[in-house]
């Protein structure tokens, strides 16, 4: 993906081997041909970027005037003209690159003026007298960053995490606690990654170094307690609609076609709608074959936008095709099963300079994660657990399975810990509070900055509407019980968007099940959808997988059913997770995994379980064996052979 990466050692560049492994770093990094690629080696530094030229088309590293300090720099800033207004007011060089003015204002003001730069971004500045660097993070942290202190004291950091195992040197231990969390959860919980060593750079950051001196400050928090003030449910209504569209609007200030992943559900179809509204037509991408509810609705939005609308269909054994791809682009921190988009890579690239995401806004306009009790019992002991189950959950029985008794009682230790580590983290604040903190500093932060983004990344820029900041503040002063059940989120869309009220939607917080915005569904279609669904898992169970009933059509994957109809995705994870080489490794039960795959064949819905031990499998690969993805930056774009399956 796009990214920043770099080494800040004690002593000069002698012998160049600091140069060589900035190349390294590099190298990594450059996943498509058209990547251009900047470095920068001087005194105790070496530092570049590497990526795509919609948002940062500028050389970098840029360099105020007398050269003393420099920056390296990816992403956007929402609003440049204010700090373009008060570089001015000092008499400074005003400039539209959104680099140099981040480094004019750092360069000017210290890294405390970070706090006045909203945008998704990532950056590294340094102070080439002083001997000091800053690499910092958005607020939202959406653009992500890894970092580690080698033994000899040599700072690296890099927007990927395969940039920084090429360089020569890093040594470096599995953390069971990462790989706990991520195998029974889907991520690791706050800064860890899979190895003890390397962090992610929390969001709203400044890492100061200084020599071999590290030190963190976190800049922003969301403030849940400013109480709102500005009147009752219908202006909270209209001021959000106003900025939503705000926000949206901003993200079109540079040239070149910005497209949308249309699905079925509100954020995407808020996105497109409001780029309509701001006088901006854009190509919309949609995942789900012909008879899928997901499609069907996306395509009903796009023809009520008058927006062209490209319809692509999930290849029932993408896994086997694609899989390998992805979770390199994605340093295996993505389930597997989350990487459906990877066969229309090169396609969203041949038709979009950047991809807008949707991310965030379920999370902070939808209060994703609140529950009735959050409201209810405001005791704190309750509060600290609900929020460990929320964020944590448990330990799955099926992984248990899965796992080597050697490594499983080390794993269920590790996760132990997390689980107490999040409830310690807990205060005095509230549910509002603490569990909004937490979840922005976990799963929002992998979907983000390493998942999707990462992988999209790959082939177009992305950019986050919903994570503006304006639109955030707001989210966080409106009573809690207007965000519940996204209320207050429905009514800003019905506001703002008239003409799509009609069009149904799906979404988690609804089962699936299509509805109008502006409608709450009734009981009887939630009680008989969960009959259907009963229904089919108990055929294919008394039938042991001889049986498959039509897969669930509000959904564009259909794991399980592929799994038990398809033998060339059936073959694949086998062949992966019964290979001699990854049984050897100790961490997974050569009985335990045969019994796996056998209840997902008579079962079903263990597909998540298996897709994150495959992913676990592929990082040890790559990151621990030292294989290398086998496309190379050398090659042309390859030719997909799944094409769009139809337009609207």
């Avoid at 910005?258 to 701001?278: C, F, H, K, N, P």
């Avoid at 669930?552 to 799994?563: A, M, N, V």
Wanted: aromatic fraction near 12%; charged fraction near 20%.
């Amino acid at each position: 993906m796009p990214g920043i990466f770099g080494i800040v050692s004690e002593s000069p560049d002698h012998e160049g081997q600091r140069t060589l492994a900035l190349r390294a770093m590099a190298m990594r990094m450059r996943h498509r041909v058209k990547y251009q690629e900047h470095t920068f080696s001087e005194g105790n530094i070496s530092i570049g970027r590497c990526g795509l030229s919609f948002l940062n088309p500028e050389q970098q590293p840029v360099f105020t005037s007398d050269r003393a300090c420099c920056l390296v720099f990816e992403g956007e800033l929402y609003e440049p003209q204010k700090i373009n207004q008060k570089l001015a007011r000092n008499n400074a060089t005003s400039s539209s690159a959104d680099a140099t003015l981040v480094l004019e204002a750092v360069a000017r003001y210290g890294p405390e003026i970070i706090e006045e730069l909203p945008g998704a971004y990532v950056g590294f500045f340094y102070d080439l007298r002083e001997f000091v660097g800053y690499l910092f993070t958005d607020r939202l942290g959406l653009r992500g960053c890894y970092w580690t202190l080698m033994s000899n004291g040599t700072f690296c950091f890099a927007s990927e995490l395969k940039a920084i195992i090429a360089v020569p040197g890093f040594h470096s231990k599995l953390d069971t606690q990462g790989v706990a969390e991520f195998l029974s959860s889907g991520y690791p919980f706050f800064d860890r990654t899979f190895f003890t060593n390397v962090k992610f750079l929390p969001y709203a950051s400044v890492l100061t170094v200084r020599g071999a001196h590290i030190s963190i400050h976190r800049y922003w928090d969301v403030d849940w307690q400013v109480q709102w003030r500005n009147g009752q449910f219908e202006d909270a209504v209209h001021e959000g609609a106003d900025l939503l569209i705000q926000a949206i609007g901003r993200q079109f200030r540079q040239r070149g076609t910005i497209g949308v992943m249309l699905s079925g559900g509100l954020d995407s179809r808020a996105i497109a709608a409001g780029a309509v509204v701001s006088g901006h037509d854009v190509p919309t991408f949609t995942l789900g074959g012909k008879k899928d509810t997901e499609r069907e609705l996306a395509c009903r939005v796009a023809e009520r936008l008058r927006v062209p609308n490209h319809c692509l269909a999930v290849p029932p054994d993408y896994l086997a095709d694609y899989a390998t791809e992805g979770i390199w682009y994605t340093d295996a921190m993505l389930s597997s099963r989350e990487l459906y988009w990877t066969p229309y890579l090169d396609f969203l690239g041949a038709h979009a300079d950047a991809l807008i995401s949707g991310h965030t806004a379920g999370l902070f306009l939808g209060g994703l994660f609140l529950e009735e009790e959050h409201l209810q019992n405001p005791s704190l002991h309750n509060q600290r657990q609900c929020i460990v189950r929320q964020i944590a959950g448990d330990f799955s029985t099926f992984l248990d399975l899965g796992l080597a008794p050697a490594f499983l009682g080390r794993a269920h230790d590790a996760f132990d810990a997390s689980r107490q580590a999040i409830a310690s983290s807990v205060g005095d604040g509230g549910f509002a509070t603490e569990l909004a903190r937490a979840k922005l500093g976990t799963l929002e932060r992998r979907l983000d900055s390493i998942c999707y983004g990462y992988l999209w990344n790959v082939v177009a820029d992305v950019k986050y509407p919903l994570g503006d900041h304006d639109l955030l503040d707001f989210c966080a002063r409106v009573p809690l019980e207007w965000r519940f059940r996204s209320r207050l989120y429905k009514a800003i869309l019905c506001k703002a968007f008239p003409q799509l009220v009609d069009i149904p939607c799906v979404s988690a917080k609804t089962n699936w099940l299509p509805m109008r915005i502006d409608a709450r569904i009734h009981p009887m279609s939630t009680l008989a959808r969960h009959l259907v669904g009963r229904a089919r898992f108990l055929v294919s169970r008394l039938t042991r997988g001889r049986i498959n009933l039509p897969p669930d059509r509000s959904k564009f994957t259909h794991d399980s059913h592929w799994y038990r109809t398809v033998p060339r995705l059936r073959m694949w994870l086998k062949s992966v997770l019964l290979d001699e080489r990854t049984l050897q490794r100790g961490y997974f039960d050569r009985e335990g995994i045969s019994q796996l795959l056998n209840l997902q064949m008579r079962r079903g819905y263990l597909f998540n379980v298996l897709s994150r031990l495959i992913s676990f499998e592929f990082w040890n690969r790559y990151f621990v064996d030292g294989d290398r993805y086998e496309q190379t930056v050398d090659t042309p774009l390859r030719t997909n052979s799944q094409t769009p399956s139809g337009k609207s």
